[in-house]
């Protein structure tokens, strides 16, 4: 199977500041990587995709990094804005199956 | 496009009770997933689908049972509510099993006393 995990449960940066959300996983068959966000009372809103085959891959504002070596993967978010504040989840593939983390809620401070 | 559908938006049952979660989506998605979220926790996999007629269990499927006779439709039943069912319900969907992101529905929230 796998598990998913985040290093801090919480993560405070003030506005404009960059913010970097990290995730460990432990099943190295993994190959398809997926951040959510969620916002308080909604449902979790895909931010950004990776497959094994990359190491990275960018967005509007966000950039995803995969280190196949250490099993750990980071959201980076450039330029970090108050609609950015939210909880993050990572999720990994098992099978046919998405495997998510406990998630880290991102403050943005004025 | 509706996207992802879920009703109802919020439920209290006594213990003991039973009730339907309903889903539907309206993209033509093969796969489509229950899971629960307990406050301040990620999501725990309950049941998928890979298609009509097929479902599966997931981590912690104890308590429930799915039925999936639509592309559309997947819904979540609980028999004998517990204290312990007592969370955020989620369901999503999407169009295969690898590469593709999940669409959520935006939860039910259900309270058991």
């Known amino acids: 199977g796998e598990s998913v995990g985040l290093h801090l449960p919480t993560l405070s940066v003030q506005e404009g500041d960059n913010s970097i959300i990290n995730c460990a996983y432990s099943?190295?068959?993994?190959?398809?990587f997926i951040w959510y966000k969620q916002e308080s009372g909604k449902g979790p809103q895909f931010i950004i995709d990776?497959?094994?085959?990359?190491d990275k891959r960018q967005g509007q504002r966000v950039t995803v990094l995969l280190n196949k070596t250490v099993k750990h993967l980071s959201l980076q978010i450039a330029a970090t804005q108050p609609g950015d504040s939210a909880v993050y989840f990572c999720?990994?593939?098992?099978?046919?199956?998405?495997?998510f983390g406990e998630g880290t809620q991102l403050t943005v401070n004025p | 496009n509706a996207g992802v559908t879920q009703t109802p938006k919020f439920r209290i049952l006594k213990i003991g009770q039973s009730m339907t979660l309903q889903c539907t989506q309206d993209?033509?998605?093969?796969?489509m997933y229950w899971y629960r979220q307990d406050p301040g926790m990620g999501l725990k996999l309950i049941y998928y689908?890979?298609?009509?007629?097929?479902?599966d269990k997931g981590e912690v499927p104890n308590g429930y049972n799915v039925s999936r006779s639509t592309t559309e439709d997947f819904p979540l039943r609980l028999e004998l509510a517990a204290p312990s069912q007592t969370s955020v319900y989620f369901c999503?969907?999407?169009?295969?099993?690898?590469?593709?992101?999940?669409?959520f529905g935006p939860g039910t929230r259900l309270t058991v006393t």
């Open positions: 990776i497959r094994s085959n990359m």
């Open positions: 099943n190295s068959a993994s190959d398809y």
């Open positions: 689908s890979v298609g009509a007629g097929i479902t």
């Open positions: 999503a969907s999407t169009l295969g099993a690898w590469g593709y992101e999940q669409y």
């Open positions: 993209m033509n998605h093969n796969y």
């Open positions: 999720a990994g593939t098992s099978g046919s199956r998405l495997t």
